[in-house]
Nanobody
Framework: QVQPVESGGGLVQAGGSLGLSCAASGSSYPIATMGWYRQAPGKQRELVARITSMSNTDYADSVKGRFTISRDNAKNTVYLQMNSLKPEDTAGYYC????????WGQGTQVTVSS
């Protein structure tokens, strides 16, 4: 059973940057469209960025121009570079396969102070 492992979160001031990583091994990983999600307290989980096996990317309007998703298939790893962070970006961040998600990982907490 595949379970992604996210890392790289932390506390940062507004305007700062963080880089997240997600390791997700599995036979389907190289061809899977992967996504980064976030969930703030009391809110539903939302998809903020996705990347296809060919590294085509798409972003939620709320993060477009600030976040960059990338992947290294040789390392079974997906990355999320977050710049110009805002307090409203505060949330737990998770990665997963878009189609038939694997078991959700623990996520990594991002807290942006104003």
């Amino acid at each position: 059973q595949v379970q992604p492992v996210e890392s790289g979160g932390g506390l940062v001031q507004a305007g700062g940057s963080l880089g997240l990583s997600c390791a997700a091994s599995g036979s389907s990983y190289p061809i899977a469209t992967m996504g980064w999600y976030r969930q703030a307290p009391g809110k539903q989980r939302e998809l903020v960025a996705r990347i296809t096996s060919m590294s085509n990317t798409d972003y939620a309007d709320s993060v477009k121009g600030r976040f960059t998703i990338s992947r290294d298939n040789a390392k079974n790893t997906v990355y999320l570079q977050m710049n110009s962070l805002k307090p409203e970006d505060t949330a737990g961040y998770y990665c997963n396969r878009l189609s038939t998600p694997w078991t959700w990982g623990q996520g990594t907490q991002v807290t942006v102070s104003s």
